[in-house]
């Protein structure tokens, strides 16, 4: 199957409060016929422009783009 990008945003600093939810999403596209499934989540936003300031999101959203192209 096509392999997935789940990126959340919220306003939770906590990236790991709601890592179950996400999981959970990303076993239902699995079961849907989708392959493997990657994670990210920016945490402490509440408006777009705090995804920028935030370098290691960054940096993460850069290497699982390189991955969906692999």
Do not use: S
Request: include cysteine; glycine fraction near 12%.
């Amino acid at each position: 199957g096509k392999k997935v990008l789940l990126l959340f945003t919220q306003g939770q600093r906590d990236t790991d409060m709601f890592r179950h939810y996400f999981e959970h999403v990303g076993k239902n596209m699995q079961f849907m016929g989708f392959g493997d499934y990657r994670i990210l989540v920016a945490g402490g936003t509440h408006q777009p422009e705090q995804v920028l300031c935030q370098k290691d999101v960054i940096e993460q959203a850069e290497d699982m783009g390189k991955w969906l192209c692999e």
